[in-house]
């Protein structure tokens, strides 16, 4: 598999492990599943190079997760789909056990007319395609454009998309497989959609022998279908048509919060209105998944694409509990705070309490019955 692909699944699984680590925990590590290659790899590595006190790996299935689950723990941090999500918060709930989930969706690009449209498309492709063929968690999950721009952004897409994979993408080495049989299938089954085979204006050639599938471009397909229902997590972009930019607003608000939003424009206020009005786990103008590489951005969903957040320091954050202590000495002991309440010691306290230091004053240079 291209290097993408396999660094996205280390990455997914370390970044955390990391973090939890260097806020001094010890960690259980389920790699998942559908990547058995790198699932037995980090076992292999993690048991060899670092210490098994503190970090185990424990490879398999529903039946080892679901054994995993049923125990006690700290905090549990996962990554993947919304469905596994609530079966993971459930189970925690048991515990009382705080979680981290980190879960995607449909993660829109809207892309303005006043754009460098040679850099914008490349961008998209980068974050579509070139990152491990769609399936990634931010990967652009649909666009929404102008219907008088839109053939001018597909003629651009198709252009791009022959640079970087050629005439024939089945046979570029830059395009990911897809992860096993059972996506392939899930996503020929989203192509082969009757409200949405006639809208294919790029791509839809497979090949299930070699579980690839070439870039696939849909044009205003309905908002119903089934592409525009879950998230699509493969190479498949669906691009929906406004009459105006401010009705993507409306696109986007109507459905589930995405782990990621982007935007290319030159427009300041579209920017703005755009950062104000979407939200979103994180946001990116003028590229796309970018923001995942910079340790100082918080990284995480709001909504049903996640809770809490990790990388570089917030990682370290979310791993750790912030105990609050308070030392004293025994002196300065005021009778204030002890019964008998009278009427001098409340109306202290109540100044105190307020925070206002003139009524504290007040209260201190007047006459007091205490």
């Not at 009757?194 to 696939?216: C, F, H, M, W």
């Not at 308070?326 to 705070?337: A, C, H």
Request: charged share 20%; glycine share 8%.
């Amino acid at each position: 598999m291209p290097w993408t692909t396999l660094n996205n699944f280390l990455l997914l699984s370390l970044d955390p492990v990391i973090g939890a680590i260097a806020a001094g925990n010890t960690v259980v590590l389920k790699p998942s599943e559908i990547a058995p290659a790198t699932s037995s790899m980090l076992a292999k590595l993690l048991e060899e190079y670092t210490d098994n006190s503190a970090i185990r790996v424990v490879e398999g299935a529903v039946a080892e997760t679901s054994a995993l689950l049923e125990q006690k723990w700290d905090k549990i941090f996962y990554t993947g789909s919304g469905r596994i999500g609530r079966i993971v918060m459930s189970a925690a709930a048991k515990h009382l056990t705080p979680v981290i989930l980190e879960l995607g969706g449909k993660c829109p690009a809207v892309v303005d007319i006043d754009v460098d449209l040679q850099v914008a498309v490349r961008r998209i492709i980068a974050g579509k395609w070139a990152c491990c063929n769609g399936q990634a968690c931010i990967a652009p999950d649909y666009l929404i454009t102008t219907k008088a721009f839109a053939a001018k952004l597909i003629d651009a897409l198709i252009l791009e998309l022959k640079v970087f994979f050629g005439d024939d993408p089945m046979e570029s080495k830059d395009i990911s497989r897809i992860v096993n049989l059972y996506h392939f299938t899930r996503l020929s089954k989203l192509i082969d959609d009757y409200k949405v085979s006639d809208k294919i204006v790029l791509g839809g050639q497979r090949n299930e022998n070699q579980l690839k599938i070439a870039p696939t471009i849909l044009l205003d397909v309905p908002e119903d279908s089934l592409i525009m229902e879950e998230e699509i997590f493969g190479p498949i972009l669906p691009i929906l048509t406004v009459e105006n930019f401010e009705d993507s607003f409306a696109v986007i608000n109507s459905r589930s919060k995405p782990l990621a939003a982007y935007l290319f424009t030159n427009n300041e206020e579209l920017k703005k209105d755009f950062v104000k009005n979407i939200s979103s786990g994180g946001m990116v103008i003028n590229d796309t998944i970018l923001h995942v590489t910079v340790s100082g951005l918080p990284f995480g969903g709001v909504g049903e694409s996640g809770m809490g957040s990790y990388h570089g320091k917030f990682s370290f954050d979310s791993f750790s509990h912030k105990k609050a202590v308070l030392y004293r000495s025994f002196e300065g002991d005021s009778s204030t705070r002890y019964p008998p309440y009278t009427p001098g010691k409340l109306k202290l306290l109540k100044a105190l309490i307020s925070g206002n230091i003139f009524s504290i004053i007040r209260v201190l240079i007047g006459k007091s019955d205490d």
